[in-house]
């Protein structure tokens, strides 16, 4: 027997002649556990997908932060304006540049109370 390990190591020579062509690598590391070779390989696709689509999730989630930034800026600009443009001399101003005809109160408004 010690006769016939000697000579399978002659045949595929020495260690450290497979280590550096590649064949002690592919036949040890790969062949023998290809199993956990192919688990390694699926868990990193899986990985860097997972990487790609959070980094993919970031710009959307700052794209959006900007956005609502902005319409908030833009609602806060058109509220001022309304109250504005609401006041009552704003109002009158508006109504008499227009020409429509409509005239400002001169008395207080009263309360119509019809009992039944």
């Not at 062949?31 to 990985?47: D, G, M, Q, T």
């Amino acid at each position: 027997m010690a006769e016939s390990r000697k000579k399978n190591d002659r045949k595929s020579g020495s260690v450290m002649g497979r280590l550096i062509s590649g064949t002690y690598i592919s036949e040890t590391l790969v062949l023998k556990n290809i199993r956990y070779v192919l688990l390694v390989v699926i868990l990193s696709i899986i990985y860097i997908s997972n990487r790609f689509q959070a980094e993919r999730v970031d710009r959307e989630i700052g794209k959006m932060e900007q956005e609502v930034n902005d319409l908030r800026a833009e609602a806060l600009s058109v509220s001022a304006e309304m109250m504005t443009l609401s006041r009552q001399s704003e109002v009158y101003r508006m109504v008499k540049a227009r020409g429509i005809g409509l005239q400002e109160l001169k008395d207080p408004p009263y309360r119509i109370v019809v009992s039944e």
